[in-house]
Structures are given as C-alpha cells and as structure tokens.
C-alpha cells in the first residue's frame, strides 16, 4: 500500500519560488505516473502537472506551464514540484497523487489511486 506525504508549502509573496516535495512510502513509485494537482478554497480540484514513470515526458495546465517544473528521482522515491513566480491565484492545496489500475490520461484524477495528504500553499501580496 503506497503513501504519499508532501512537504514544502508555505507562506510566500508573489513573484516568489517554492519546491514541494511527495515522499513516497510502503512501496515503489518508480513505475507509476505521478502527478500534482490543487485545490483553492472554494474551488474544484484541478490538474496541475504530471511527469511518467521515466521522467521523459511531463504534462502541465496551462494554467502553471512556464513556472512550474515537475520532476522525479525514483532511485529515492520522490517527486518535487518546482514553482516560480508564483502568483495569488496559486493559492491553494497541492496534493501528490499516484497512477491507478485504470489510468486513462495524466490529467485526470480518476487515473490516480493514490493521494497524499496536502500541503498548503498561500501567496500573499
């Protein structure tokens, strides 16, 4: 039974930069698409980004796409998620999610099985 816990979030200002960290325990993620998604208060939880299991191909919103890089080191289990210049709109719960047995598209959260509890970022002015 895989774990993820993330780690990283914060308070920060705008135009700031930020590394979140997925850990993952209780087995290897090495082989699984891995992604970030958010949820602002008020809102949907939405896409993010996502990286395959060999780091080769990645997959952003448009919303992150220049910012924010998502990468991976399956030697130690871990996913991170690089942000820069981070804006007010990026407040928000990032949660790092892990592939499930009907992964169907990386942007998607029925593709994933296995979630982290959040960790909670907040850009203030």
């Known amino acids: 039974q895989v774990q993820l816990v993330e780690s990283g979030g914060g308070l920060v200002q705008a135009g700031d930069s930020l590394r979140l960290s997925c850990a993952a325990s209780?087995?290897?993620?090495?082989?699984?698409?891995m992604a970030w998604f958010r949820q602002a208060p008020g809102k949907e939880r939405e896409f993010a980004a996502a990286i395959n299991w060999s780091g080769v191909m990645t997959y952003y919103a448009d919303s992150v796409k220049g910012r924010f890089t998502i990468s991976r080191a399956n030697a130690e289990n871990t996913v991170t998620l690089q942000m820069n210049s981070l804006k007010l709109e990026d407040t928000a719960v990032y949660y790092c999610?892990?592939?499930?047995?009907?992964?169907?598209?990386?942007?998607?959260?029925?593709?994933?099985?296995?979630w982290g509890q959040g960790t909670r970022v907040t850009v203030s002015s």
């Open positions: 999610a892990a592939q499930g047995a009907r992964y169907s598209s990386p942007t998607q959260g029925l593709s994933y099985d296995y």
């Open positions: 209780g087995g290897s993620v090495s082989k699984y698409v």
